[in-house]
């Protein structure tokens, strides 16, 4: 057999193959430049043989060549009547380029119909029809029906909302005003054979009203062979804080029931791997006995034999057995669940079980057939709920709240009424105090998104509930396949970063301090309850030893909000290691990070919010958090589309410096200056850094050329102005999409590099040749460690502004492996390892166990570590390795 002429090596990200595969995977993979032209040269291989695969182009390399594709598997074992699957060899994979033989087709491919009204997709084993919004009449729900086998498991499956105008002060109710979906468009991004997406928008409608609020965008995944839908749900915040405070917020579907009440079956996952799993109509624990394989069926959750064969004391009274037609499972904290349920409305409830974190799956069956909901991260992002109601009747409704009925309203206002920080002055002095950039108006939540994942299983019949928890464990911990380590460094994607090396002492030490920063942060999540509807994915800026607490409550110390790029310092520690609970929690921080933090419309569309007790409280509304470099790694990782509109939402994020000047309160020219589309003021730092990611990641993802031109008419621009990137901000002409060259000025931030522009521009010189730029970078680099009279040998004065000198060690590490200076390397590793302000130390590094009555419950701390000291030494120290790490001994 012919060798393929490229093999990309595949690793499940847990580092054990899965025995079954009911969910398919979808994955992305980076390709050498010049390797592939069309992704129809790609095969997927399994132990040495072909199996089915899709592919797509994800992003391309300047030559027109594939830099990253994405993959799909479908389903693997048979989906037996009773939604079991056979276990099957899943075996090892890896992509390959030139097989010598055709691709096979799947047993079971996806088929995608469209009509003029609807959309079916069939994977072989489910059928889901859509419906689209005509002319002439509406659509509500997201999905029609869901069939399997000719049976209905479910129909009309929406979304559905509640709200209400005011919070009571005495804790009283107020009306609540009921919405339901209403569909804008139906769109198919893609239709197998492996893989299809149907892509839904809509906002939600009021049943008694015309208001319409709440846009959201979901996407359905179905992939070959399997009896799930993969659910993204994004919903875009568009209320009024004064006046709109939401009280529910979630996805309901029908359920048609057939069997008898005692052959129905309810079931909630609990916390670790426990289930409330229960009849409607129970026939255990009676003061009659139906027959001990009458109770072991309805236990198993199989049809019961016919009654006639039943204890006669029993099968004659069922009439006289409560149903128990509705059943509620609530998650308002982190910590509790409680479930109950009644025979009907009207009726009282009773306590049915409690627990801690329920793992956010609930399912309502008979032999028949029955629907299944799970919601990743359910209990992390409480307040959640799930509702089965008429479980007794011929149509019961299920319900997955991702925001409870059962909470407080959701309160969006402004947590303080302002200060009285009315003039930029007052607001510089509380700066000096709280750290907090507070402007009358700018903490408006209006413009912010969440997304949740869920998936709906067609089950053909009531599942075991060993089958059950299986599926409750992949919707919480999905299986991924990843490039290795070793490839995606090999194939030279994000710049300069090299797999772990622990080959010398010195290497082996800094390696561990990386370590027990990254053990720190999953802990303290934990440990520190950093969950939420809003809050969940985001970590603490910084710490307040004295209180042993996060400053939670102060400022611009509480939420993190990509300050420093902990998101980079989590993705390129995952690049080099592999590790899953790494990516995982680089995960969270992305979605969080890119949808809450970020405003998707309205007038900071594009930009995003920094550091705040609030995710939105802060008026610095910037691009430096908004940026691409932050959400990038993990679109071409997992091909994840809701991520991918993240990144095109930002094409035209430049137009954002007409009317939000990210530097207004401390700018030296606020006098004169006015933004003007062919004159405004962009800095070369963090403001220019978010720009080139964005274009860098639409032109490569897209082709788009005005993105490609603004980035290479930028980076020669810079290269042409007389100090380079020293000249710290330049003047932009919107229109053409070039800066002024002949402005001549120094100035110097501590923060310009540490937003993602150091990575960005390590990528750009080696992906493409710009006259000027490489050299403007170098000169950035090497001056900004350097010593005062260097720098006044170079540009006529020292340098101010400088600070975070141990991140900084990096740009001296870059000169240095550039030019093969040994002395360069040397002051790197110096200032890495303690000079200057803001240092931390590995040494340093060191917990503290505090105990009750200090805290609420026992907790760890490290009280030299903040947010941005750790992403900061993280990303130096991981730099610092790849480009200098052989001057370590």
């Known amino acids: 057999m012919t060798a393929p002429a490229l093999v990309v090596p595949l690793r499940w990200l847990d580092d054990v193959a899965p025995k079954t595969l009911p969910s398919g995977v979808t994955w992305g993979a980076p390709l050498p430049r010049g390797s592939v032209g069309s992704v129809s040269e790609l095969r997927l291989r399994r132990d040495g043989e072909n199996v089915p695969g899709q592919f797509w182009p994800l992003a391309t390399w300047p030559d027109g060549?594939?830099?990253?594709?994405?993959?799909?598997?479908?389903?693997?074992?048979?989906?037996g009547a009773a939604g079991d699957v056979g276990s099957g060899d899943v075996g090892e994979y890896e992509i390959v380029a030139d097989a010598p033989s055709a691709a096979p087709a799947h047993d079971r491919p996806?088929?995608?119909?469209?009509?003029?009204?609807?959309?079916?997709?069939?994977?072989?084993?489910?059928?889901?029809?859509?419906?689209?919004?005509?002319?002439?009449?509406?659509?509500?729900?997201?999905?029609?029906?869901?069939?399997?086998?000719?049976?209905?498991?479910?129909?009309?499956?929406?979304?559905?909302?509640?709200?209400?105008?005011?919070?009571?002060?005495?804790?009283?109710?107020?009306?609540?005003?009921?919405?339901?979906?209403?569909?804008?468009l139906v769109?198919?991004?893609?239709?197998?054979?492996?893989?299809?997406?149907?892509?839904?928008?809509?906002?939600?409608?009021?049943?008694?009203?015309?208001?319409?609020?709440?846009?959201?965008?979901?996407?359905?995944v179905l992939v070959a062979g399997s009896e799930e839908i993969r659910v993204v749900h994004t919903v875009i915040?568009?209320?009024?804080?004064?006046?709109?405070?939401?009280?529910?917020?979630?996805?309901?579907?029908?359920?048609?029931?057939?069997?008898?009440?005692?052959?129905?079956?309810?079931?909630?996952?609990?916390?670790?791997?426990?289930?409330?799993?229960?009849?409607?109509?129970?026939?255990?624990?009676?003061?009659?006995?139906?027959?001990?394989?009458?109770?072991?069926?309805?236990?198993?959750?199989?049809?019961?034999?016919?009654?006639?064969?039943?204890?006669?004391?029993?099968?004659?009274?069922?009439?006289?057995?409560?149903?128990?037609?509705?059943?509620?499972?609530?998650?308002?904290?982190?910590?509790?669940?409680?479930?109950?349920?009644?025979?009907?409305?009207?009726?009282?409830?009773?306590?049915a079980g409690a627990g801690t974190r329920a793992e956010g799956f609930v399912s309502v069956s008979d032999p028949g057939g029955g629907l299944g909901v799970g919601v990743r991260g359910f209990w992390?992002?409480?307040?959640?709920?799930?509702?089965?109601?008429?479980?007794?009747?011929?149509?019961?409704?299920?319900?997955?709240?991702?925001?409870?009925?059962?909470?407080?309203?959701?309160?969006?206002?402004?947590?303080?009424?302002?200060?009285?920080?009315?003039?930029?002055?007052?607001?510089?002095?509380?700066?000096?105090?709280?750290?907090?950039?507070?402007?009358?108006?700018?903490?408006?939540?209006?413009g912010i998104a969440r997304t949740h994942e869920l998936t709906l299983f067609a089950y053909a019949a009531t599942p075991s509930i060993e089958r059950v928890a299986e599926d409750v464990a992949r919707v919480q911990t999905p299986r991924l396949l990843q490039p290795t380590p070793a490839h995606l460094n090999a194939v030279g994607v994000f710049g300069d970063w090299a797999p772990?090396?622990?080959?010398?002492?010195?290497?082996?030490?800094?390696?561990?301090?990386?370590?027990?920063?990254?053990?720190?942060?999953?802990?303290?999540?934990?440990?520190?309850?950093?969950?939420?509807?809003?809050?969940?994915?985001?970590?603490?800026?910084?710490?307040?030893?004295?209180?042993?607490?996060?400053?939670y409550d102060v400022g611009g110390y509480a939420w993190d909000n990509s300050e420093l790029s902990p998101d980079l310092w989590l993705w390129y520690s995952y690049l080099r290691s592999g590790r899953a609970d790494v990516f995982r929690l680089a995960e969270t921080m992305t979605r969080h990070t890119g949808e809450v933090d970020v405003y998707h419309l309205g007038r900071w569309k594009g930009l995003g919010s920094r550091h705040n007790v609030q995710h939105w409280g802060c008026s610095a509304k910037q691009l430096r958090i908004s940026s691409p470099i932050y959400r990038r790694i993990f679109h071409y990782l997992t091909a994840d589309e809701r991520v991918g509109d993240l990144l095109t939402e930002l094409r035209d994020s430049d137009q954002r410096f007409l009317d939000t000047d990210p530097t207004r309160k401390v700018r030296s020219d606020a006098a004169t200056y006015r933004p003007d589309r062919s004159a405004l003021a962009v800095g070369l730092g963090t403001d220019w850094g978010a720009l080139a990611a964005t274009w860098l990641t639409d032109w490569e993802r897209t082709g788009d050329e005005r993105s490609r031109d603004r980035l290479l008419g930028t980076m020669a621009d810079i290269g042409a102005l007389p100090h380079g990137f020293l000249t710290g901000e330049a003047l932009y002409d919107l229109d053409s999409g070039r800066f002024d060259t002949t402005r001549e000025r120094i100035s110097v931030s501590h923060l310009s590099a540490v937003f993602g522009l150091v990575e960005v521009c390590s990528e750009l010189i080696d992906l493409v040749d710009v006259p000027g730029f490489r050299k403007a970078w170098l000169e950035y680099?090497?001056?900004?460690?350097?010593?005062?009279?260097?720098?006044?040998?170079?540009?006529?004065?020292?340098?101010?502004?400088?600070?975070?000198?141990?991140?900084?060690?990096?740009?001296?590490?870059?000169?240095?492996?550039?030019?093969?200076?040994?002395?360069?390397?040397?002051?790197?590793?110096?200032?890495f390892e303690g000079v200057g302000e803001w240092l931390v130390h590995r040494r340093d590094f060191t917990l503290n166990r505090v105990e009750a009555p200090y805290v609420l419950n026992p907790v760890d701390e490290a009280p030299s570590v903040s947010t941005n000291d750790a992403a900061q030494y993280g990303l130096a120290a991981i730099q610092n390795l790849a480009l200098i790490g052989d001057r370590l001994r």
Not at 65 to 79: H, I, N
Not at 139 to 144: A, F, P, S, Y
Not at 190 to 213: D, K, L, M, Y
Request: hydrophobic letters at 40%; glycine letters at 10%; aromatic letters at 8%.
């Open 65 to 79: 060549s594939v830099k990253w594709t994405g993959a799909a598997l479908g389903a693997m074992g048979d989906v």
């Open 110 to 184: 996806v088929r995608v119909h469209r009509a003029a009204d609807l959309v079916v997709v069939d994977n072989g084993v489910i059928t889901v029809e859509i419906g689209v919004p005509q002319q002439d009449r509406s659509v509500e729900g997201l999905i029609r029906t869901i069939t399997r086998d000719g049976v209905v498991i479910a129909e009309d499956v929406r979304l559905v909302s509640l709200r209400q105008d005011e919070i009571a002060e005495d804790g009283g109710g107020a009306p609540r005003e009921h919405f339901r979906s209403l569909i804008s």
């Open 187 to 220: 769109d198919v991004e893609q239709e197998g054979p492996i893989r299809a997406v149907v892509r839904i928008e809509g906002t939600h409608r009021a049943e008694s009203g015309e208001r319409e609020w709440l846009p959201f965008v979901v996407r359905l």
């Open 237 to 351: 915040w568009d209320g009024d804080g004064e006046v709109d405070f939401l009280t529910g917020l979630g996805l309901r579907a029908g359920v048609p029931l057939r069997a008898p009440l005692h052959d129905r079956h309810v079931r909630f996952a609990g916390a670790d791997g426990g289930f409330f799993s229960e009849a409607v109509r129970g026939l255990t624990g009676l003061r009659r006995d139906p027959g001990a394989e009458v109770r072991a069926a309805q236990i198993r959750g199989v049809a019961t034999p016919p009654t006639a064969g039943w204890n006669p004391e029993v099968s004659e009274r069922l009439d006289l057995i409560p149903a128990w037609s509705d059943a509620t499972l609530t998650q308002l904290s982190a910590d509790g669940f409680g479930i109950r349920k009644r025979t009907a409305p009207g009726h009282a409830w009773i306590s």
């Open 380 to 446: 992390q992002s409480h307040p959640g709920q799930l509702d089965i109601r008429g479980a007794a009747s011929d149509r019961a409704e299920v319900t997955a709240w991702l925001y409870a009925p059962e909470a407080q309203p959701m309160d969006v206002r402004f947590y303080h009424d302002g200060l009285g920080q009315d003039d930029f002055a007052t607001q510089l002095e509380a700066l000096e105090i709280t750290y907090e950039d507070y402007e009358p108006g700018f903490g408006e939540a209006q």
């Open 500 to 551: 772990i090396d622990r080959s010398t002492p010195l290497r082996g030490e800094i390696e561990d301090s990386i370590d027990f920063l990254l053990d720190f942060y999953l802990g303290q999540i934990g440990q520190r309850s950093w969950y939420g509807f809003w809050d969940y994915g985001d970590v603490m800026h910084a710490y307040d030893p004295d209180r042993h607490v996060w400053r």
């Open 781 to 831: 680099c090497r001056l900004y460690l350097a010593t005062p009279e260097e720098q006044v040998a170079a540009v006529g004065a020292p340098l101010t502004g400088i600070h975070l000198e141990q991140a900084h060690s990096r740009l001296t590490a870059y000169v240095a492996a550039s030019t093969g200076d040994a002395d360069l390397a040397d002051l790197a590793w110096q200032a």
